[in-house]
């Protein structure tokens, strides 16, 4: 399952990002492309990087701290990335939740 959790990572940040996944993916790949989409966001303006951190429910304090560091945009990248992953994961836990709830209680 694992590995489906991060297809489905991948996928979802290629088509919210516009990305150009390789055949291989693997982590390191994605939040390469991902810093460097970011890069390419933050100079068109600052304004519509914000909207998408706040669009993708990235937590101001995480966000500015990571703004005060070192290698930003890969920083940035793994933020999004693991806001994403948590929101898959997420949706898997609640199928499986309502799988396993009483059919009688359902509508």
Same mark, same amino acid.
């Given at each position: &399952? ?5 297809? *489905? ?11 150009? /996944?390789?055949?291989? /993916? ?25 909207? /998408? ?6 937590? *101001? @304090? @995480? ?6 560091? *070192?290698?930003?945009? &890969? @920083? ?8 994403? /992953?948590? @929101? ?7 199928? &499986? ?11």
């Amino acid at each position: &399952m694992a590995d489906s959790i991060i297809q *489905e990572t991948a996928v979802a940040l290629r088509d919210d990002w516009d990305l150009q /996944l390789p055949d291989t /993916l693997s982590e390191e790949a994605i939040l390469q492309l991902l810093a460097d989409r970011i890069v390419t966001i933050i100079e068109r303006g600052s304004e519509t990087f914000f909207q /998408l951190m706040y669009r993708l429910d990235i937590s *101001e @304090k @995480k966000l500015n701290a990571v703004l005060q560091e *070192e290698d930003v945009p &890969m @920083k940035i990248a793994r933020l999004i990335y693991d806001r994403q /992953l948590q @929101k898959i994961v997420s949706r898997h836990e609640n199928r &499986m939740q309502q799988q396993n709830d009483d059919p009688e209680l359902k509508w």
